[in-house]
């Protein structure tokens, strides 16, 4: 029976007045676009935002998703999930925003004419900036042309090394879905580990370098020197003489907003491979340089979520591994991501820590986020997260999956904490025209 149009949502309406170019969009529209739609609804989006929104996720992201997965073998494995596909989607606290992430992936991506998917970032990235006010692609630039291998390093890194593991990706772009500006707000995810190996220089090196070429009125040259002062600290021993072994802190990647250069924040991200509550606190404050009261009381709400969460403290070790579609990820435990914010507003780095929960039970994890929302005194967040996070799927049983909720943020702005959670999910899905199945997400 059909509904009618007054009882259809918006991704319902817009699912029967869009066309597709071919039957990978579609499929990828059939798996992103009602997740997407849903959260924004129970985030209580103005319902024209809710149009407006599903629209460029049709226009912008998912003709830049790449072939839909019908089995396991992936011709590109992106990084953003530890199923090695292209897409993520992850829901603010207590502000109620809807984010996107995606790798754009091309026709070409993963043969030998675009080997490390470098070609079409800078067409989703042409089209974005045709509908989003404001977008400015100075900076997006300079930092593709400092961060992102060229053809000529490519064809290098092919000759000189027969594998350069399973994960390839340079770049993401993600959307931020505004409430009250009424537009999305852009931004770009780079990472220089193939640019290190072309180069040979450091990862590390690359991102802070290209930061202070960017930085060319250096109103970003205080919070870096700060940072990179924490950073060399870590990797020396108690006598303040370089240790022997390397430091467990490892520089991954950084990310700009796609706006005028002076209002773009830059963030750092890093892997922390020791995981425990005082290496937490260490990176939190700076190894002691962040002490004021802000920081402190964000402190102590951090080891609340700490402790609920259903993790343990120990030695990480980097994961290489893609797990098969529609199955279960094993329990597992990765490195706590940490970023730093830069921004010329701000006189020191602002952190935002990253854990990983993927792999865990949902029941266990969905109970864990519960209880801090109530700790902290959001009772219609936590009355509501477990029926919204079920029901995005309505098929999966939170006490058997492991795969909702893969990692949590937490950072503190304006006195409270700012926690995002991020989902992805790999169940088959029907009712596409063609009627065969496929992996939903």
Same mark, same amino acid.
């Given at each position: 029976m059909k509904l009618p149009k007054s009882a259809m949502d918006p991704y319902?309406?817009?699912?029967?007045a869009l066309v597709f170019n071919n039957q990978d969009e579609e499929r990828w529209w059939q798996s992103t676009a009602p997740i997407l739609g849903k959260m924004m609804k129970d985030a209580c989006y103005d319902v024209h935002l809710q149009y407006k929104y599903l629209c460029l996720h049709r226009t912008c992201v998912i003709p830049a998703l790449g072939p839909y997965p019908r089995t396991n073998e992936l011709r590109w494995k992106c990084i953003l999930t530890r199923y090695g596909l292209p897409f993520e989607l992850s829901f603010n606290y207590p502000q109620g925003l809807v984010r996107t992430v995606w790798e754009p992936i091309g026709a070409l991506t993963g043969t030998m004419n675009d080997p490390f998917n470098t070609q079409m970032i800078w067409k989703s990235v042409d089209t974005l900036s045709q509908l989003i006010p404001g977008v400015n692609l100075n900076w997006f630039k300079h930092f593709v042309r400092e961060l992102v291998t060229t053809d000529e390093e490519d064809l290098e890194i092919l000759k000189k090394?027969?594998?350069?593991?399973?994960?390839?990706?340079?770049? @993401?772009?993600?959307?931020?879905? /505004?409430?009250? =500006?009424?537009? !999305?707000?852009?931004?770009?995810? #780079?990472? &220089?580990?193939?640019?290190?190996l072309a180069t040979g220089i450091s990862t590390k090196d690359l991102m802070l370098?290209?930061?202070?070429?960017?930085?060319?009125?250096?109103?970003?040259?205080?919070?870096?020197?700060?940072?990179?002062?924490? @950073?060399?600290?870590?990797?020396? /021993?108690?006598? =303040?003489?370089? !240790?022997?072994?390397?430091?467990? #802190?490892? &520089?991954?990647?950084?990310?700009?907003?796609?706006?005028?250069?002076?209002?773009?924040?830059?963030?750092?991200?890093?892997?922390?491979?020791?995981?425990?509550?005082?290496?937490?606190?260490?990176?939190?404050?700076?190894?002691?340089?962040?002490?004021?009261?802000?920081?402190?009381?964000?402190?102590?709400?951090?080891k609340d979520l700490w402790e609920a969460? &259903?993790?343990?403290?120990?030695?990480?070790?980097?994961?290489?591994?893609?797990?098969?579609?529609?199955?279960?990820?094993?329990?597992?435990?990765?490195?706590?991501?940490?970023?730093?914010?830069?921004?010329p507003n701000d006189p020191l780095p602002q952190p935002q820590i990253y854990?990983?929960?993927?792999?865990?039970?949902?029941?266990?994890?969905?109970?864990?986020?519960?209880?801090?929302?109530?700790?902290?005194?959001?009772k219609d967040i936590a009355e509501s997260y477990k029926p919204n996070i079920s029901a995005y799927h309505p098929g999966l049983d939170l006490s058997e999956s492991t795969q909702l909720q893969s990692w949590v943020s937490y950072s503190f702005k304006d006195g409270a904490p700012y926690v995002s959670v991020y989902t992805q999910l790999f169940e088959p899905i029907h009712g596409v025209k063609s009627g065969k199945a496929g992996y939903g997400i």
């Amino acid at each position: 029976m059909k509904l009618p149009k007054s009882a259809m949502d918006p991704y319902q309406v817009l699912t029967e007045a869009l066309v597709f170019n071919n039957q990978d969009e579609e499929r990828w529209w059939q798996s992103t676009a009602p997740i997407l739609g849903k959260m924004m609804k129970d985030a209580c989006y103005d319902v024209h935002l809710q149009y407006k929104y599903l629209c460029l996720h049709r226009t912008c992201v998912i003709p830049a998703l790449g072939p839909y997965p019908r089995t396991n073998e992936l011709r590109w494995k992106c990084i953003l999930t530890r199923y090695g596909l292209p897409f993520e989607l992850s829901f603010n606290y207590p502000q109620g925003l809807v984010r996107t992430v995606w790798e754009p992936i091309g026709a070409l991506t993963g043969t030998m004419n675009d080997p490390f998917n470098t070609q079409m970032i800078w067409k989703s990235v042409d089209t974005l900036s045709q509908l989003i006010p404001g977008v400015n692609l100075n900076w997006f630039k300079h930092f593709v042309r400092e961060l992102v291998t060229t053809d000529e390093e490519d064809l290098e890194i092919l000759k000189k090394h027969k594998d350069v593991g399973i994960f390839k990706t340079q770049n @993401m772009l993600a959307f931020d879905y /505004d409430k009250d =500006g009424g537009n !999305a707000r852009a931004k770009v995810y #780079l990472y &220089p580990q193939l640019k290190s190996l072309a180069t040979g220089i450091s990862t590390k090196d690359l991102m802070l370098d290209s930061i202070r070429k960017a930085d060319v009125e250096g109103n970003l040259n205080s919070q870096l020197s700060i940072l990179e002062e924490y @950073m060399a600290s870590r990797t020396l /021993d108690t006598n =303040g003489h370089e !240790a022997d072994v390397s430091s467990s #802190l490892i &520089p991954c990647f950084l990310s700009f907003d796609l706006v005028e250069p002076r209002a773009s924040r830059v963030k750092i991200y890093l892997a922390e491979n020791e995981v425990s509550f005082q290496r937490i606190e260490d990176l939190w404050t700076l190894g002691g340089r962040r002490t004021d009261l802000r920081t402190i009381a964000g402190l102590q709400y951090l080891k609340d979520l700490w402790e609920a969460l &259903p993790l343990e403290e120990g030695h990480r070790t980097p994961s290489n591994i893609i797990y098969d579609l529609g199955k279960c990820a094993p329990m597992e435990t990765l490195s706590l991501i940490i970023n730093f914010v830069l921004h010329p507003n701000d006189p020191l780095p602002q952190p935002q820590i990253y854990f990983f929960v993927g792999g865990h039970n949902d029941l266990l994890v969905a109970d864990a986020l519960t209880s801090f929302f109530q700790r902290v005194g959001w009772k219609d967040i936590a009355e509501s997260y477990k029926p919204n996070i079920s029901a995005y799927h309505p098929g999966l049983d939170l006490s058997e999956s492991t795969q909702l909720q893969s990692w949590v943020s937490y950072s503190f702005k304006d006195g409270a904490p700012y926690v995002s959670v991020y989902t992805q999910l790999f169940e088959p899905i029907h009712g596409v025209k063609s009627g065969k199945a496929g992996y939903g997400i």
